[in-house]
């Protein structure tokens, strides 16, 4: 009977913990993101998920992750299958660079096979790019692109604001290469870089194909900048303009007819993919949803992926992300350095977009010129940039109104962030 307790005593998590105490770190920080989440309603619709799923997979014995699976940037299926673990196959595993933390976890399952966890299915819809897609189809949906269209130079904003992502790669691979127990390669690079899209869907999009042991910290940094628009853009805003091109008046924009707005989804969709085919599944969920909300023959379908949809699987794709950060990963040198480029490249692409728009106006006739405010807009963070530029503005003139002028940069983000992690994972795929 004693010996029965003592075994039961032996598998609780509570035992577990006195060899392992990273775990009570995580699940620490898990319960400070869920209270930003809740309380401070930063990003809540996909922040309490991740941190809720960094709670789970850092619970010891819970066993509803396991990293094993996806070592190496790919899915071993003969695992998932109830492969017996074997020492052979654990050297095979280690001479081809698995972590310290999946060794560790085929060695506990030596002579056995790994039973799949909840998670570990989650998991392969984000591995196998179905949910950030999904997600973008939903985007797609609640998007107007008539700003944009109305205002073609908007694009030009939207693309200036993606040089945050280039220099965060070019400083990633410095960090790399100059600071002590960071090992960031090219595809790790371009992976924290594209944190600077400030688009959530897309950087888990890119780093599940190029660098998928870096996934849990890139996703919590790249959705905390994104929480963080109104706090980290207004002073370089204001560092960058003067109050009197903060005040710029822009005229009220041309009405966009439907005919274009049905046209634009297939225009976009074509050239981007002739230009950048590696981007086409991102666009062309992105389009594929801006269509349904166009065309006016498929509501039914436009409230689905707009609502059911988009709700289902932000949680699945906020759980699973959440549960890669694991103690072993997260707890590193690198996430430090993640996090510190990932501010880099918001940062710079803020100031992108801002400093674009001042150089074009010094081409612009008088009652044309652009306020520099909207360039800000250029990162994909719908529509809490836009919303940013409309804030700072007003604050200067109250008469003025740049939501639907910030709208076009915004939108033109998405598409720019989506063409970026296109020509990063061609580049380093």
Not at 173 to 185: E, R, S
Not at 270 to 296: D, Q, T, W
């Amino acid at each position: 009977m004693l010996e029965t307790i003592t075994n039961f005593l032996n598998q609780t998590g509570f035992s577990m913990i006195a060899d392992n105490w990273k775990v009570l770190v995580m699940i620490v920080i898990s319960l400070g993101l869920m209270y930003l989440a809740i309380v401070k309603k930063f990003e809540p619709l996909l922040l309490l998920p991740i941190a809720f799923g960094m709670l789970m997979t850092n619970l010891p014995g819970a066993e509803m992750f396991h990293e094993a699976f996806f070592s190496g940037g790919h899915v071993h299926w003969d695992l998932i299958g109830g492969k017996e673990i074997t020492k052979e196959l654990i050297s095979q595993f280690s001479a081809d660079g698995a972590t310290d933390a999946v060794i560790a976890q085929l060695t506990a399952n030596l002579g056995h096979s790994i039973s799949v966890g909840l998670i570990d299915i989650l998991y392969l819809g984000v591995k196998l790019g179905i949910y950030p897609c999904l997600i973008f189809i939903g985007v797609g949906a609640m998007t107007d692109f008539g700003p944009l269209i109305a205002n073609p130079k908007s694009l030009i904003l939207g693309a200036a604001a993606q040089v945050g992502i280039f220099l965060a790669y070019i400083g990633a691979i410095l960090l790399g290469k100059y600071v002590p127990g960071i090992d960031f390669g090219p595809k790790e690079a371009a992976s924290i870089g594209i944190i600077g899209g400030a688009d959530g869907p897309t950087a888990i999009f890119v780093t599940s194909k190029l660098a998928p042991a870096l996934l849990g910290p890139i996703a919590v940094a790249a959705y905390s900048y994104m929480a963080l628009v109104p706090v980290i853009q207004p002073p370089i805003m204001k560092a960058l303009t003067t109050k009197k091109e903060r005040s710029i008046v822009m005229k009220e924009l041309r009405p966009v007819s439907k005919t274009q707005k049905i046209i634009f989804p297939f225009v976009v969709i074509i050239f981007v993919s002739l230009l950048v085919p590696s981007a086409a599944p991102l666009v062309g969920c992105l389009m594929l949803g801006n269509l349904m909300r166009e065309c006016g023959v498929v509501e039914r379908l436009a409230k689905t992926v707009q609502n059911e949809l988009m709700n289902i699987v932000t949680i699945f794709l906020g759980v699973s992300v959440g549960a890669t950060a694991t103690a072993a990963t997260f707890l590193a040198p690198a996430t430090l350095g993640i996090m510190a480029m990932g501010i880099v490249a918001f940062c710079c692409g803020t100031a992108g977009g801002l400093l674009l728009a001042k150089f074009m106006n010094l081409f612009l006739p008088k009652g044309k010129k652009i306020n520099p405010l909207i360039g800000s807009a250029g990162v994909s963070a719908v529509p809490m940039a836009a919303r940013v530029s409309q804030v700072v503005g007003q604050k200067e003139n109250p008469s003025n109104f740049l939501l639907m002028h910030a709208m076009g940069p915004n939108v033109a983000g998405v598409i720019g962030s989506a063409i970026a992690a296109g020509v990063l994972i061609a580049l380093f795929g």
